[in-house]
């Protein structure tokens, strides 16, 4: 059974926990845009990290057009899911990572569930998102909730409307 999934937007009250998270169960270039920094969670990357999560922080209507939102399962922080807006009109990119130890419960689908009724409530009409075509994860949360995939050799494209219903 799926535990309940809570989204808060990344802010200050959240952004350690978040960062914390990122440095035990997740590796640097699966969580943030590479930066030149030593290998590893240095402290030039923890502070990298910061950077682009406080970049964020004005939301869709800020300069990176981007929001952000610490997934929370059980009170704790687990993972991130973003969205952000696309030169297509009333469409969202999005992305999410989840620390391992939550990995495989479920947890990245009810997230991105919730982000498709966000995206919706701000007048959002298509989610789109990258992915590889080995990140099963990945394609598994998407296609369970309905996206049309397009494989691009070791890349694929995901599409969801949100004009149509959601499994």
Known sequence: MVSAVRLEPVDERNLEPLLSVAAAEAEPDDVMPA???????????????????????????????????????????VGMIRMTCCDEPATVETGLWLGRSARGQGLGAAALRQLLDVAAAAGMHTVVAETTSDNTGALSVLRKLGAKLRDDGD???????LDTPQS
């Not at 990298?48 to 929370?72: E, S």
């Not at 890349?155 to 409307?161: D, L, Q, T």
């Open 35 to 77: 930066v030149e920094a030593p290998a590893g969670w240095s402290m030039a990357r923890r502070e990298a990290f910061r950077d682009y999560h406080r970049a964020n922080f004005p939301g869709l209507d800020g300069p990176a057009r981007t929001r952000m939102y610490a997934i929370l399962t059980g009170g704790e922080v």
């Open 155 to 161: 890349r694929v494209h995901a599409e969801i409307s």
